[in-house]
């Protein structure tokens, strides 16, 4: 199989989306997907990961539409038993999904790095593309709750306050010692694209860029990159990511998400109703390119890649 030559940095949900619509562009088996890992935890004694998962799952058209994380058909019968021993279901794990955890947690239990654990899965979903997490270190996002100056893990803050709290920190616990892994630097090195899917850039994106030597490998890349504003008109189309990058001093707008990837990108995918911002990412040193960023469905999806890898192929020109 040729190596791949698309990477595509991602998080969770809009990532997965993202990546249906570049498998229709190009042929899977050219893109290497490296993928966030600071949102895993272990509950329960299993290892979740809930990024890898619905990248997985998503791709394999089995992710739950409505939730957008967890398998379609679900049902909640361990949750339920669970449920009875005390406030141990607000995670929500599937029964089906447990099934993933299961063998992820056998498989780590047997010695298996994260990445051969993710191959393996990825393989028995049929995925053409490489599902890689970005190290095999383990990284854990911590969130600082401005209002009360809690410390929370990612999932308290996402699902046990529904990311409903204000924050003032944020930060990635075990990054410092984490190595990105081999097969990660060898998609970075021999990338004719780099992408940088529309996921949440403090909590998502960063722990991926934040991994020492991946924005090194990146950055002496030959490849151009080019990345997908999450933010559109002010707002992020599912989550936190508006929300975090102006508590944390940030400017929430596809602007302020140029300014804190500038130093790495080439080129800005922001969409049509930002394109008055266009100077102001220009002036970040970010060649805009404007055009439909939302992902409505497969087709726009599809679209939207085309347009990202059109604005990789001819680098930090600008949108003829
Ligand atoms: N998100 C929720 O809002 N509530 C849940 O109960 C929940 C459970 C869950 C289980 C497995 C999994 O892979 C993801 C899950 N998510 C849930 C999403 C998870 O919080 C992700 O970290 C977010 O999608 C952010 O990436």
Redesign the pocket.
């Known amino acids: 199989m040729a190596e791949p030559d698309i990477v595509v940095i991602c998080?969770?949900?809009g990532a997965a989306r993202f990546l249906k619509g570049l498998v229709r562009v190009v042929a899977p088996e050219r893109i290497a997907a490296v993928v966030n890992v600071a949102?895993d935890m272990v509950l329960h004694g299993l290892h979740?990961?809930?990024?890898l998962?619905?990248v997985m799952y998503t791709l394999a058209e089995e992710i739950d539409p409505d939730?957008?994380?967890?398998l379609r058909d679900e049902t909640w019968a361990a949750m339920e038993t669970l449920g009875r021993y005390g406030d141990r279901n607000?995670?929500?794990?599937g029964d089906r999904?447990l099934g993933t955890h299961l063998q992820r947690t056998g498989r780590l239990g047997e010695g298996a790095s994260l990445t051969t654990v993710t191959q393996e899965l990825a393989a028995s979903w049929e995925l053409e593309l490489s599902l890689l997490p970005v190290t095999d270190d383990a990284i854990r996002t911590r969130v600082t709750r401005s209002d009360t100056d809690e410390e929370l893990s990612?999932?308290e803050y996402?699902?046990g306050q529904?990311h409903g709290v204000p924050v003032s920190d944020v930060r990635f616990v075990g990054i410092e010692d984490a190595k990105p892994t081999d097969e990660v630097l060898a998609a970075i090195d021999s990338a004719s694209a780099i992408l940088i899917a529309p996921s949440n850039p403090i909590v998502?994106i960063a722990p991926v860029l934040d991994v020492p030597g991946v924005r090194n490998a990146i950055a002496v890349a030959s490849a151009s990159v080019v990345a997908v504003s999450p933010i559109i008109g002010g707002a992020a189309i599912k989550?936190p990511a508006a929300n975090m990058l102006r508590e944390l001093g940030h400017d929430p707008s596809a602007t302020g998400v140029a300014r804190l990837l500038a130093d790495l990108v080439d080129v800005m995918v922001i969409d049509d109703v930002d394109a008055a911002l266009a100077t102001g990412v220009r002036a970040e040193g970010v060649v805009p390119w404007v055009t439909n960023t939302i992902m409505s469905d497969p087709e726009a999806a599809a679209a939207l890649a085309r347009t990202t890898l059109a604005a990789a192929m001819l680098g930090g020109t600008d949108d003829r």
Do not use: A, K, Y
């Open positions: 998080g969770g949900v949102d979740i990961s809930p990024d998962d619905t939730r957008g994380w967890g607000w995670f929500n794990l999904d990612f999932q996402f699902v529904q998502s989550g």
